[in-house]
């Protein structure tokens, strides 16, 4: 009886090949699966978007919480603190979930058919429960913090202690004041990073302002994602439109561009501040937010499809 040949008896050169071509079949292997990734499910593709708008926010309202937005380095600081979040947080996770992180972003990809409705509400919700999440942190971290502001030692009609007065220049007003601490935390004197209307704006300057500013963004997103897919620079560019919108028209709406930006600081400030801390009209000016992005989304949708597309625009 002849007994099979053993490993041992297998010339060395037959080894050789052997194994070479076993790598080369796992290298293959590997190939064919990065080529053909495995697709996200709705529910990691919510999580990037819960952990993408997490960290957008928090970064903005924490931000908010340390510098004034009225002093020209707070406005600097909101701007570039909005624009490198959304840089990085597209960078990262877009090619998961698309990078929207705002559902009026989300409501454009409805729109163009990139995003199917039903999944509309799930982003939605991942959206504002991210947001929240993340202010929620902020204003944890900044309830404990003293608030430097800039006043007039003249008209303020209550004692100081004289080991809080010292004298600075304040360049909004172009003045020398003495300015003092304010006897509150930052976090009840920026009321927890929230987007406002301005003091001296109408509520129809806000509204336009919110939807001319997100009528650019959304623009500036389908032009650079939809026709060809996400290309390399896309973030760069995107982050760099929120950088422009915020420096355009932070004195008026704060440019929220986003409705979760403006609606999660509302929140917390409704459960970490008293009453009082709140500014008047807190609610009353809300509305904008929400109209203004929306419609200037759609604006933007129906510019890009009649005129702007690549492929699909209805207008030659």
């Known amino acids: 009886m002849t007994i099979p040949p053993q490993n041992n008896d297998v010339p060395i ?3 050789r090949k052997s194994f070479i071509s076993s790598i080369q079949g796992a290298m293959s292997m590997n190939s064919q699966k990065a080529n053909n990734p495995k697709p996200y499910s ?4 919510c999580y990037a978007e819960f952990l993408g708008t997490f960290i957008f926010i928090f970064s903005g ?3 908010a919480n340390v510098y004034d937005i009225s002093q020209p380095v707070g406005l600097t600081h909101a701007a570039l603190t909005h624009g490198l979040a959304t840089i990085v947080v597209i960078a990262v996770f877009g090619r998961i979930s698309g990078g929207h992180f705002n559902p009026v972003v989300s409501w454009a990809m409805v729109l163009c058919q990139k995003l199917p409705l039903l999944a509309f509400p799930f982003y939605m919700a991942a959206q504002f429960f991210g947001g929240f999440a993340g202010n929620l942190l902020s204003a944890c971290l900044q309830r404990k913090r003293d608030f430097l502001v800039w006043e007039n030692y003249a008209t ?4 100081l202690p004289q080991e809080g007065i010292d004298y600075g220049y304040d360049k909004v007003h172009n003045s020398t004041y003495q300015k003092f601490i304010l006897l509150t935390t930052q976090l009840a004197a920026t009321s927890s990073g929230i987007t406002h209307l301005g ?3 109408e509520w129809w300057e806000g509204f336009m302002s919110e939807t001319i500013t997100t009528y650019f963004f959304v623009t500036v997103i389908l ?4 026709d060809n897919g996400p290309m390399d620079g896309s973030p760069l560019v995107i982050g760099m439109m929120v950088i422009v919108n915020i420096f355009a028209t932070a004195s008026i709406t704060g440019t929220a561009m986003n ?3 403006a609606l999660s600081p509302n929140v917390v400030a409704e459960i970490v501040l008293s009453s009082s801390s709140l500014p008047a009209k807190f609610w009353t000016y809300h509305y904008i937010y929400w109209a203004g992005p929306f419609l200037g989304s759609t604006i933007a949708v129906i510019g890009y499809r009649l005129l702007l597309s690549k492929n699909d625009r209805l207008i030659p």
Not at 156 to 159: L, Q, R
């Open 223 to 226: 032009m650079m994602v939809v």
């Open 13 to 15: 050169g037959h080894r």
């Open 259 to 261: 409705p979760v930006r």
């Open 61 to 63: 309202t924490m931000q």
């Open 156 to 159: 303020i009609s209550y004692t």
């Open 42 to 45: 709705l529910i990691a593709r």
């Open 199 to 201: 003091a001296n704006h």
